[in-house]
């Protein structure tokens, strides 16, 4: 079975400051990754995905994930954080079929000015 | 496309009350999720269609839920009866059918029971 660990529930970071989410999955094939941002009361917008190919994965709003295969882990970077990027993040897995996803359980950053 | 529609955005509804969450895809995916986002156990699968049809309903919490696709472009999710621990907010998520793709998320049904 699939699952994603996301080990930091909360994150705070000052504005300028530069960013990285952990995410950790476990898949038993080569998997689909997913970074998701919720805003408050808002739905979940893609940030960037990694099917194959350059395990450099860049995003939208400056946001980036490196896959590492031997770590299992697919962590999500910025080099400097704005007041706008406070949200809730989610890494998720996918499945081949239609992408049925499987989620982290968030971690919720909150930037300091 | 407007994306992943989602109403109402907000019910609030009492104890024991029938809920149906509504949802219409973008037009052309044929694959639609149903998610919930709870505090405790974050975001779950709780059912997904592919052309209409369920194709795994394991998530779904117990048999008070189910969930409908009567054609491509409406799907519903219905709690009966509805108990205070069913509150959380109920995402729909539309996707093509190549894994390779992304979902598009509807902006979610906040359930409050009271």
């Known amino acids: 079975a699939q699952s994603v660990t996301q080990p930091d529930i909360h994150i705070t970071v000052s504005e300028g400051a530069s960013l990285e989410l952990r995410c950790n999955y476990s898949y038993g094939a080569t998997p689909y990754l997913f970074w998701y941002v919720q805003s408050p009361g808002q739905g979940l917008q893609l940030l960037l995905k990694y099917f194959s190919g350059d395990t450099l994965v860049q995003g939208i709003k400056g946001f980036e994930a490196e896959f590492k295969r031997s770590q299992s882990s697919f962590n999500l970077r910025k080099p400097s954080v704005h007041w706008s990027d406070a949200a809730e993040y989610f890494c998720a897995v996918g499945a081949l079929e239609g992408n049925k996803l499987t989620f982290g359980t968030g971690t919720q950053l909150k930037v300091e000015l | 496309d407007a994306g992943v529609i989602q109403s109402p955005r907000h019910e609030v509804t009492e104890m024991g009350q029938e809920v149906t969450l509504r949802c219409k895809p973008i037009?052309?995916?044929?694959?639609l999720f149903w998610y919930r986002q709870t505090m405790m156990r974050g975001l779950e699968l709780l059912i997904y269609?592919?052309?209409?049809?369920?194709?795994?309903d394991s998530g779904m919490p117990e048999d008070r839920f189910s969930a409908k696709m009567p054609n491509a472009s409406f799907s519903t999710l219905k709690i009966q009866p509805s108990e205070p621990r069913d509150s959380a907010v109920y995402f729909c998520a539309s996707s093509l059918s190549s894994g390779e793709d992304k979902a598009f998320f509807g902006q979610g049904t906040r359930l409050t029971v009271v």
């Open positions: 037009s052309g995916h044929d694959y």
């Open positions: 269609f592919n052309n209409n049809v369920p194709i795994d």
